[in-house]
């Protein structure tokens, strides 16, 4: 793809100096860069310099000399003629999750249950000290079960300890029999609304608890420390420094985690801006939203103007919510979480004291009932300029896809969820449901602006994952060959743009962040190939050399 070079007026900042965010610093030319970058337009520029000032903010951009006249007496950084293009924008994922991911057991790697049942066991042996065994990232759908594993499977090698693993969706837990003594869970026990207790021929619980029967285990789960919570915010920053994100959109925001955010942008510890969605409109609603949304904090660093709240669950359990029964297992049609009348106040309520609004919805009843509130509420709260949005808009019936167009809902969509799920969603849902499912081209024909994410750590936060999952149709190992439903792909340049402007805009920053323009952050990254000239089919293998925001290196890769 080639690129026009950016013209002598549009001049663009870059990053600047190591050290804290408070380190004062004089201008910086970063200069014989191979660097590419949207316009306001959309369209894919090149340059080969840009400066920023003190404060991290782009003063110029462009051909070498032309920046270099704009910042006489900055200090040079020479590129070698490395590739720079902005910092990269995950619009959905879960950064204490990935703390967590990073510092407790971690199934994903496992492709069988022997395999899980061996690292679970090795990870108990290794820490005698913890009272609970926790993890996340199994997938029975890996493991070729055809089934759920069981609380007697963890029995074999756990007893003395309660476990609970949650799986890689976040939408199921598995847990050995002394957690369901903990948790109370009998014979008789009820499933919870928008929850399912999976179950023996005889009634008995098995082990793996759906959606909200989750909290009959979570809610006598220990208490997360201070300590611990902040060991996971570091941890998490690091891994999503070194994969060249400079911002992320969390989906799950608490009184804890506001706290620690803050902190973190008072001491210049925030190494990524954070767009927060608060997680539902209870308690913690009501104690964050008291003086309404937080639009900026911490020289941009923070933002808290969002709510997050569920429709239903997950395709991989099944607890995603269908009009029509699943096709892999007719008696049922999934978990919608919430009567829609009980949705209908929540999102109200949020959207009248000014958040803006997004909404967790896989399957095709789940993604109608949100449209259908949001067609009421929108008038009523005179919102649409909050910019709402649908997280995941997974499974859509096809007749409902312009309905996101129309009422101006963005899709906040995961590229690596269609390479990751190609092995079974479509057993879930049938050949004419799957037309509407992973639909990005469909979405992008009718004007739709999609804000890309992984929802991390249910995927890789890796950005380069997501873009060569949305151009290829394919996994890591190329497979299939011809792309899983190609007609649906994304050219390179969209998804580009959708982990960069359109996920800037589906937070309210397009005007700061997603492209390296005059007056905006210096957030960018160095990786080492071109993006725009390599084969498509290699664009997972790119690697981040550099991550920086507001001027300041925060990677460096050794």
């Known amino acids: 793809m080639r690129a026009r070079q950016i013209p002598l007026q549009c001049s663009l900042f870059v990053l600047a100096a190591l050290g804290s965010l408070s380190a004062v610093h004089a201008d910086t030319l970063v200069d014989n860069a191979n660097g590419y970058t949207l316009d306001a337009r959309g369209e894919l520029l090149q340059f080969t310099a840009l400066a920023f000032d003190d404060q991290g903010r782009i003063i110029a951009v462009g051909a070498s000399a032309e920046v270099a006249a704009k910042a006489p007496h900055a200090r040079r950084i020479d590129m070698g003629g490395r590739t720079v293009l902005p910092g990269l924008i995950d619009a959905h994922g879960h950064v204490f999750g990935l703390g967590q991911q990073l510092t407790q057991l971690d199934l994903s790697p496992s492709t069988s249950l022997a395999g899980a049942i061996k690292s679970i066991a090795g990870y108990a042996q290794a820490n005698p000290a913890h009272a609970w065994i926790r993890g996340r990232g199994w997938n029975q759908e890996n493991w070729k079960l055809g089934r759920f594993p069981t609380a ?4 074999a090698v756990i007893q003395d300890r309660p476990v609970w693993l949650e799986r890689v969706d976040g939408h199921a837990g598995w847990a050995n029999s002394r957690t369901l003594a903990l948790a109370g869970i009998t014979k008789s026990t009820p499933d919870p609304a928008g929850g399912k207790i999976v ?7 098995t082990g793996v608890l759906v959606d909200a029967a989750q909290e009959l ?5 220990p208490p997360q420390t201070e300590a611990e919570g902040r060991t996971m915010l570091d941890r998490s920053l690091q891994e999503i420094a070194r994969m060249g994100l ?5 989906a799950g925001v608490g009184v804890a985690e506001d706290r620690l955010y803050r902190a973190y942008a008072d001491g210049g510890k925030l190494t990524a801006r954070v767009y927060g969605m608060i997680g539902g409109t209870d308690k913690d609603f009501d104690e964050l939203a008291k003086n309404g949304p937080l639009k900026t904090y911490g020289k941009d660093m923070y933002a808290l103007r969002a709510v997050k709240l569920y429709s239903d669950g997950a395709l991989g359990s099944r607890g995603a919510a269908l009009i029509q029964p699943y096709s892999d297992e007719p008696h049922s049609h999934g978990l919608l979480f919430y009567k829609t009348a009980r949705m209908d106040a929540m999102m109200a309520k949020a959207m009248r004291k000014g958040y803006q609004v997004n909404v967790h919805a896989i399957g095709d009843a789940g993604n109608r009932q949100i449209l259908d509130i949001y067609k009421k509420e929108l008038g009523a709260t005179n ?27 963005i899709p906040s969509m995961q590229p690596t969820h269609a390479t990751s799920d190609k092995n079974m969603a479509e057993s879930r849902v049938g050949p004419e449901r799957i037309k509407g499912a992973y639909a990005w081209r469909s979405f992008l024909h009718q004007g739709s602006r999609i804000a890309c994410g992984s929802d991390f750590p249910v995927e890789s936060p ?8 949305a151009v290829t149709r394919q996994d890591a190992g190329g ?5 899983w439903h190609p007609d649906q792909a994304m050219s390179l340049k969209e998804a580009f743009r959708c982990f960069t402007l359109d996920a800037a805009y589906a937070g309210h920053q397009e005007n700061t962040l997603g492209s390296l323009e005059t007056g905006k952050q210096a957030d960018f990254i160095v990786i080492d190939r071109d993006l725009f000239r390599m084969p498509t089919y290699d664009i997972h293998k790119t690697g981040v050399l550099e991550t920086w925001v507001a001027g300041r290196q925060v990677f460096q890769k050794k």
């Not at 007697?152 to 029995?155: G, P, S, V």
């Not at 890796?462 to 999952?469: D, E, L, S, V």
């Open 246 to 250: 400079t911002s992320v959109h969390d």
């Open 152 to 155: 007697a499977e963890l029995d």
């Open 217 to 221: 285990v979570t809610r006598v789960l």
């Open 479 to 483: 497979q299939p060959v011809a792309g």
């Open 383 to 409: 919102s649409a300029a909050q910019r709402h949005r649908i997280e995941h808009a997974q499974v859509v019936a096809p007749g409902d896809i312009p309905r996101f167009k129309s009422l101006g809902i």
């Open 199 to 205: 179950r023996d021929a005889n009634g008995e619980a």
């Open 462 to 469: 890796n950005p380069f994952y997501g873009i060569h999952a």
